[in-house]
Every structure is written in structure tokens, then in C-alpha cells.
């Protein structure tokens, strides 16, 4: 059964740090990983899709990265803002349609 | 509207209640998805849906029980919950659901039973 990870469960930087959250998941047979966002009491926003194939994703101040073979992805943010601040789940997507979520990183950034 | 929205945004009510989640999408995918997502947990897959049928069923209690009447809307009825059965309850769509397509989610329902 796969199972996603995510360190750390919180972390509160101040603005303008660069900083990365990890995800790391126990089956490499993934078909992709994604990293979402979700604001207090909202859906998810999809940030970031790496295919299995890949090893990183850019969009904006964003980079993910995947090492399949290791179990693990990573987010980089550059220069953070207050606005960054959300919770970030990571979810990987075997050969069905099934995605497996992490609990997600609490990421506040202070003024 | 546009993107995925969701009815109602809160809702409270007893164990002896019925009441309905609705989710529509506007964005002309064929596949939707319910997802619960309880505090301190990951969010849970509940049940799949493409092109109207049915095509997952996450070992969900009986006490819920969806509803998909074409590729735009999909329900999710309620009753007899119990209090733990309080969550955000999201609704989800994509184009295929084949895991190499996004999923574009909805606000969410959160739900109390009280």
C-alpha cells in the first residue's frame, strides 16, 4: 500500500526565504507526483505535475523535483511572500487513477 | 461560474438527518471524484466516478451513497452519519481518469454532525 510522507508538518519562515518541503513515498511505481495547495477552508490548487519520466517541474518561483527511484520529491520555493502561506500536499498517482495524498506542510511566512 | 463548485459550503446536522452534497464542474471533464479529508489525516479517496458510472468505491459506509446523473454533477447523500463522519468533503474533476491528468478540485462542503 503506498504511503506518502511529508516533512516537516509545519514550518514558518520570514518573507523572502528560500525554503523546501519534502514528500517521500514508499512504492516508486508511480505514474506522476503533484504538489497541491490549499488555503484555510478552500479546495486544492494544483501547482506543480511531474511525469514519472521527468525530474522536474518550474512554474514561477516554483521547482519540484522527483527521484523515483529513491521515493522522494522535493519543493523549492524562492524568495518566499506572505501570500505563500498555505498548506502544501504532495500526491502521487500510481497506474490507476488513484492519487495518495500526504497530511501536508503548514507553511506560514511571516512579514 | 467556472472551475469546480460545490453546494452547500457548510452544513450541519444530526445522525438522524438526510440531507445532499452537490458538486458541478464546468469544465467538461468526464471523471469526478468525492475525496474526505479529516483533521490530521490525508485525504481519503471515497469514490470514483467516469462517464456517469461508477468505477470506485473506496470501502465507503453505506451511509454514503453518490450520486451521478451525467459527467457535470455529482451528488453525495447523507444519512444516518455519525459524528465522526464530520469533515471537509471535496469534490474533484478530470479529464479521464487515467493518473497522468490533473484533478481540479472544488472549495469543499465542511460538514458537522452533531
Known amino acids: 500500500k503506498q504511503e506518502v510522507t511529508q516533512i516537516p508538518a509545519a514550518l514558518s519562515v520570514p518573507e523572502g526565504e528560500n525554503l523546501v518541503l519534502n514528500c517521500s513515498f514508499t512504492d516508486s511505481a508511480i505514474y506522476n507526483l503533484q504538489w497541491f495547495r490549499q488555503d484555510p477552508g478552500k479546495g486544492l490548487t494544483s501547482l506543480l505535475l511531474?511525469?514519472?519520466?521527468?525530474r522536474e517541474q518550474t512554474s514561477g518561483r516554483l521547482n519540484a523535483s522527483l527521484d523515483k527511484s529513491s521515493g522522494r520529491s522535493t519543493l523549492y520555493i524562492a524568495a518566499s511572500q506572505p501570500g505563500d502561506s498555505a498548506t502544501y500536499l504532495c500526491?502521487?498517482?500510481?497506474?490507476?487513477?488513484?492519487?495518495?495524498f500526504g497530511k501536508g506542510t503548514l507553511l506560514t511566512v511571516n512579514p | 461560474e467556472t472551475g469546480v463548485t460545490q453546494t452547500p459550503r457548510h452544513l450541519v446536522m444530526g445522525m438522524t438527518n438526510k440531507k445532499s452534497l452537490k458538486c458541478e464542474q464546468h469544465?467538461?471533464?468526464?471523471?469526478m471524484y468525492w475525496y474526505k479529508q479529516s483533521a490530521k489525516k490525508p485525504l481519503e479517496l471515497m469514490f470514483v466516478y467516469n462517464f456517469k458510472e461508477q468505477t470506485e468505491n473506496n470501502s465507503v459506509p453505506s451511509r454514503f451513497s453518490p450520486e451521478c446523473p451525467n459527467s457535470s454533477h455529482l451528488f453525495l447523500h447523507l444519512h444516518t452519519l455519525q459524528p465522526e463522519d464530520s469533515a471537509l468533503y471535496l469534490c474533484a474533476s478530470s479529464y479521464g481518469q487515467g493518473g497522468k491528468e490533473t484533478q481540479y478540485f472544488g472549495p469543499g462542503t465542511r460538514l458537522l454532525v452533531l
Open positions: 500526491a502521487v498517482s500510481g497506474s490507476n487513477y488513484k492519487l495518495t
Open positions: 511531474i511525469q514519472s519520466s521527468q
Open positions: 469544465l467538461g471533464h468526464n471523471a
